[in-house]
């Protein structure tokens, strides 16, 4: 019974690292997931990895009678892994939403919102759009078992109850920004450039005839143009879909794996 005592401490951070990714991991964060089956899955996947955590020294094994106040910052570090984790595999999709909401606003569609419970915010009808196709390019590339799979790596350079802070996950996460705004604009870039060049087109016929109505014929014109554009380039827009995923998750293994790297290089 003292032996298998003393293994319920790094079991618990393991199952807390791994609880971690339930946060803002995509999928798994979902509202629509009870915190439950969350909770749950958590303690499946910590009770299956640890034997083999622990064959690989990853795992160190604490004494059972360690204090409660001891173990406070080892279980948040351990969140704080598992949280990093989710948030940055989050990015290409949350990246993929901001583009379609860019070029919802500019085809008059930004009073077209609903809340959605997901985000617990007002969300945009194109910007749903282009979530979902990101969705379903992270579901179709196994993002769930990779994000998992980095986890799991990073106890092999971050052992369970060690407090680690480097400055490569500082650079990895600002990297992985930047390219997010860049797959915000390259998704978004289309829709955007048609629209501005039919701004100028309407602003020449306004002042070449002043007799037509610009506003009447403004709006539908801009819906017109603006969804043509978008569903004629979808096959791009899934190009840049897959592209900035694979990028991520490649950097996403590198670093997991102990490699210094720049998000987004």
């Known amino acids: 019974m003292t032996g298998f005592a003393e293994h319920i401490p790094p079991l618990l951070l393991v199952i807390f690292r791994i609880g971690g ?28 990895v640890y034997p083999v955590l622990l064959s690989m020294g990853s795992v160190p094994v604490l004494p059972a009678a360690i204090g409660l106040w001891s173990l ?17 595999a989050s990015l290409p999709l949350m990246a993929m939403r901001v583009g379609g909401q860019l070029a919802g606003q500019q085809m008059g569609l930004g009073f ?23 969705l379903v390019l992270f579901l179709s590339m196994s993002g769930l078992d990779i994000i998992l799979q980095s986890l799991l790596h990073t106890f092999s350079h971050v052992p369970s109850g060690a ?4 400055e490569g996950v500082l650079a990895l996460m600002l990297g992985m920004l930047l390219s997010a705004f860049e797959i915000s604009l390259r998704v978004s870039a289309p829709v955007l ?20 109505n610009i506003l009447s014929l403004g709006f539908p014109l801009r819906l017109i143009l603006g969804f043509g554009v978008m569903f004629m380039g979808i096959t791009v827009i899934e190009y840049v879909g897959l592209e900035a995923l694979d990028d991520f998750f490649r950097d996403l293994n590198a670093w997991s794996a102990g490699r210094t790297v720049i998000g987004g290089a």
């Open 21 to 48: 990714l339930m946060v803002f991991a995509p999928i798994l964060s979902s509202k629509s997931v009870p915190v439950k089956v969350r909770i749950m899955l958590a303690f499946v996947i910590g009770f299956a």
């Open 72 to 88: 406070i910052p080892l279980v948040s570090m351990e969140i704080l892994v598992g949280v990093a984790i989710g948030l940055l």
């Open 112 to 134: 077209a919102t609903f809340y959605d419970p997901n985000v617990e915010d007002d969300a945009d009808l194109v910007g749903q759009l282009y979530f979902f196709v990101a």
């Open 163 to 166: 407090l680690a802070f480097s």
């Open 193 to 212: 450039a048609i629209l501005f060049l039919q701004s100028i087109a309407l602003g020449y016929v306004s002042r070449t005839v002043p007799q037509l």
